[in-house]
């Protein structure tokens, strides 16, 4: 019989005894498998959590016992055993989220899904449990050995450790890999943990004589086993820096092997203080393309074929990142001065290209974007240029030194930031939907975006030309924009895409959304109306010549894809006014709203951000009363305007 189908919550898994819960892991893995080749999703890091989250679930009682998961995609399993098996739809506009979602279920906590967050929350949970009188309740954070390179969990560690008298257990994932292998000093000592022969000899034999105990005689075995290991670990030098913070230390377990992780998690349970349970799990673990794989182990896959694991699309090799990752070796081959710097993104930024030509000249600095751009500061200062790739929601993290470490110190320093705008499957906090309005705070920066291929090329150059300044070039995700040049490129770099003898309306698209703004002038001269097409290309600072075109046109709109609270249309409004042009100012971008996940179509299309939209609220306001006619062979609307006797009558 199979046992997936009748876990509709964590509760129903108490009944089954060890033999049924391997016969679950291995349907979960089989589920995995099945279901995420289909829609595409984080695939390995789900399959290492398979024992480790029933076992959570056994021993915790969630809801009551909040179970919080640093950088949530790998909650699938945790989903499963919560009653949530419709995964038909993963990452799709009214299906499951990628990450924890709270409206999905009250087992979901923590949303956020940004790297080394959960021991704060975790630190913040178990304190208000203490102090409210519910010494029952237990909270559990469960960390990858990824997030330890981030500065936050040393911060929330420093204060757990200065209140022992609460139920706290923090799982580290440990499977030597972020997104990629980990790195730094804490990645080595890991590693020797997991490596050390002497480690790995005394956990066969120990084992093997936890199994041959009667019940009897286990508790003594949990309370000199943590005293062994504890030595053992001081005398090869590998687990001191647990004891050293003052926190009880559980591990290294094996945290494939339910048996042992029950036992252990129960003993961590009792403990009555925070505690950390040190598990090593195998990411891709049963699936051996995955395994196979050096890159990422599968760590966030397409549309595959389940028995090899192969993409079912090819990529074309001229997505963003593709595109910049080239243009930055080329520049590098220039270039000694330049260097790449990444935040446990080598790979998904497109800088493995350049750390394969220029092994030397790439720094990974973990999951620490505030210490990378603090450290991109120093480098400018001694004489390099960096340029950071990272992703654009990411960027939230390091504003402060962006700001007071790059900007305050005139340094040139280069931001490249992937995945901008809407991203889409990845929902809420993967949205690089802050960025403009963020960045466009710091004095002296200078802020691209391209709308298309050739010009991220172009202006990528011409950012680590700025040796005085942070520069920053934005872009989003997926296949780049097909190439749109423009009519002619004004004295301070604006291009103008498209005129007209009327000047009516002045469009600004930002980035790829010039393509839209093309689209709306289209279906505007359609119309009768005039309609000017400008892509500034370095959005900021507001270039002259687009003050001037802006005094010549009757309205001017802004179409971007972040937030169009304090965004580009907001400076640009700004801008005009303190020149004292009272023209009419349209911003358009997404809402200040947290945008649940949808592919980026449907993010744009809720937000109006399609030409059809913006045409038909461009002729209400230019021309008045909208007459709606729907042709037969046509889906949208069109209007029947007499254009001409419009405009006299406006005019009189």
Do not use: C
Not at 132 to 147: E, P, S
Not at 340 to 345: I, L, R
């Amino acid at each position: 019989m199979e046992l997936l189908p009748t876990i509709t919550s964590p509760r129903d898994i108490d009944a089954l005894d060890l033999t049924q819960l391997q016969q679950l892991s291995a349907e979960i893995r089989a589920f995995l498998v099945e279901n995420v080749s289909r829609t595409g999703g984080h695939l390995g890091p789900n399959l290492g959590m398979v024992e480790l989250t029933i076992a959570l679930h056994r021993v915790f009682d969630s809801p009551a016992d909040p179970i919080i998961f640093d950088t949530g995609h790998q909650s699938y399993v945790h989903k499963l055993l919560t009653g949530r098996q419709d995964f038909s739809r993963l990452r799709s506009r009214g299906g499951l989220a990628g990450y924890p979602q709270r409206s999905e279920s009250p087992h979901d906590v923590v949303e956020s899904s940004h790297a080394s967050s959960s021991l704060s929350w975790a630190d913040g949970v178990s304190r208000a449990f203490s102090r409210t009188g519910r010494h029952d309740r237990h909270v559990v954070a469960v960390v990858g050995d990824g997030a330890l390179t981030g500065g936050m969990t040393w911060e929330a560690l420093n204060n757990i450790t200065d209140d022992n008298d609460r139920n706290l257990v923090i799982v580290v994932n440990d499977n030597g890999r972020s997104y990629a292998p980990t790195i730094g000093g804490m990645a080595r000592y890991l590693n020797r943990v997991r490596t050390n022969d002497a480690y790995r000899t005394l956990h066969r034999g120990s084992d093997s004589l936890f199994r041959s105990l009667g019940p009897a005689a286990r508790a003594l075995y949990r309370g000199v086993r943590g005293g062994t290991r504890g030595f053992l670990s001081r005398f090869t030098n590998n687990a001191a820096l647990y004891s050293n913070l003052d926190i009880k230390y559980l591990g290294p377990v094996d945290g494939h092997d339910l048996e042992v992780l029950l036992e252990t998690l129960e003993l961590a349970k009792s403990y009555g203080a925070p505690v950390i349970v040190h598990a090593i799990t195998e990411k891709g673990r049963g699936y051996a393309p995955a395994l196979s794989d050096e890159a990422d182990q599968f760590h966030a896959v397409g549309k595959i074929d389940p028995i090899t694991g192969e993409p079912l699309s090819a990529s074309s090799g001229n997505d963003w990142t593709d595109v910049f990752a080239r243009e930055l070796v080329e520049i590098g081959g220039e270039r000694e001065d330049v260097i790449a710097m990444t935040a446990a993104m080598l790979r998904p930024t497109g800088l493995q290209l350049f750390a394969e030509r220029f092994p030397d000249r790439v720094y990974d600095v973990g999951i620490a974007e505030q210490h990378a751009v603090a450290s991109a500061a120093g480098l400018a200062f001694g004489g390099l240029h960096p340029v950071v790739a990272i992703y654009a929601t990411f960027m939230n993290r390091a504003f402060d030194q962006v700001l007071m470490d790059v900007a305050l110190h005139g340094a040139g320093v280069t931001f490249a930031l992937d995945r901008a705008g809407v991203t889409g499957p990845d929902g809420p906090s993967h949205h690089g939907i802050w960025d403009l309005a963020m960045l466009q705070l710091v004095p002296r920066i200078r802020i691209a975006a391209p709308r298309d291929a050739a010009r991220l090329q172009e202006e990528l150059r011409e950012a680590v030309a700025v040796d005085d300044a942070p520069t920053v070039v934005r872009y989003p995700k997926g296949a780049a924009a097909p190439d749109l040049p423009a009519l002619e490129r004004l004295a301070d770099g604006v291009d103008v895409l498209a005129r007209s003898d009327a000047e009516d309306v002045l469009l600004i698209g930002i980035g790829p959304m010039a393509h839209v703004a093309m689209d709306v002038a289209t279906r505007l001269r359609a119309q009768g109306i005039g309609a000017t097409v400008v892509d500034p290309r370095w959005v900021i600072p507001v270039q002259p010549s687009i003050v001037e075109l802006a005094g010549r046109h009757r309205l001017v709109i802004t179409i971007e894809d972040g937030i169009r609270v304090g965004g580009i249309g907001t400076r640009v409004r700004q801008v005009l006014r303190e020149a004292g042009i009272d023209t009419a100012v349209d911003e358009l971008g997404v809402p200040d709203e947290f945008i649940p996940h949808a592919s980026r179509e449907q993010v744009l299309e809720d937000a109006g951000l399609t030409a059809a939209k913006i045409a038909q609220d461009v002729v209400s306001q230019v021309l008045g009363t909208r007459i709606p006619v729907a042709r037969p062979t046509e889906q949208e609307p069109v209007w029947l305007l007499d254009v001409a006797t419009r405009r006299d009558a406006q005019e009189r």
